[in-house]
């Protein structure tokens, strides 16, 4: 029952922009779009979240569309390293609890 | 700072066996705790989670239950394994959301399952 949709995979040239997009259509008004990689066989690993302003860190920037309905995670200049699966995730807050919802990523190559 | 440990790292176990998962979360207080599973290939299903001692509760129906007997312990079982319980299974940690603050989850390097 994820609430995203995002490529399968896609490839991206070292030292170039990734932009990775994602489809929360469905999203509510008080519903975060967080982002989390994971290389093999590690736990997933945060990168940034929002709710509806751009927002930037020092991993990456999250573009998020005016409706809400679609984001872009930048990784500005990819590295070899940045090869993962990159997902994005719709928070969802319950009473007393925050539910993630994953769906199956988006597997990043990033070539020489 | 906090950390999250999961062990054991990497488990082969027959079918019919037993199984117990450990995760324990330090540096924290009252976290709310998930497990997931992950298939090869395949994203992150939430099986359990919990807001404090004692509460569980279960997003689907399964071969395996939960517990957390402590504060910063949760623990995965199951009576008897099935082949389709093999997979990489993680716990994961977050401030509860009454605390009102930033609740991005932290996950622990995770368990692989072999059910043979």
């Known amino acids: 029952d994820a609430k995203t949709t995002q490529p399968p995979s896609m490839d991206c040239a070292e030292g170039r922009a990734a932009n990775l997009p994602c489809n929360h259509s469905?999203?509510?008004?008080?519903?975060?779009v967080y982002w989390y990689r994971q290389i093999h066989s590690q736990g997933p690993q945060y990168i940034i979240h929002?709710?509806?302003n751009n927002e930037t860190n020092e991993m990456a920037s999250l573009i998020i569309t005016e409706d809400r309905k679609s984001s872009t995670l930048i990784l500005p200049h990819a590295t070899l390293r940045d090869t993962a699966v990159y997902y994005c995730i719709v928070r969802v807050a319950l009473y007393n609890f925050n539910k993630f919802y994953f769906g199956s990523g988006t597997k990043l190559n990033v070539k020489p | 700072s906090q950390t999250i440990h999961q062990w054991p790292a990497t488990l082969v176990q027959p079918v019919g066996s037993p199984l117990s998962l450990e995760c324990t979360v330090e540096g924290t207080s009252n976290p709310n705790l998930y497990w997931y599973r992950q298939a090869a290939g395949r994203g992150l299903q939430l099986l359990f989670y919990?807001?404090?001692?004692?509460?569980i509760s279960s997003e689907v129906p399964q071969n395996l239950s939960a517990s957390r007997p402590q504060d910063r312990q949760f623990i995965l079982s199951s009576k008897k394994l099935l082949l389709s319980d093999s997979g990489f299974y993680l716990c994961?940690?977050?401030?509860?959301?009454?605390?009102?603050?930033?609740?991005?989850?932290?996950f622990g390097p995770g368990t692989r399952l072999t059910v043979t």
């Open positions: 994961a940690w977050s401030v509860s959301r009454l605390t009102g603050r930033a609740a991005e989850q932290y």
């Open positions: 919990s807001v404090g001692i004692g509460q």
């Open positions: 929002g709710l509806k």
């Open positions: 469905t999203i509510s008004g008080n519903e975060y």
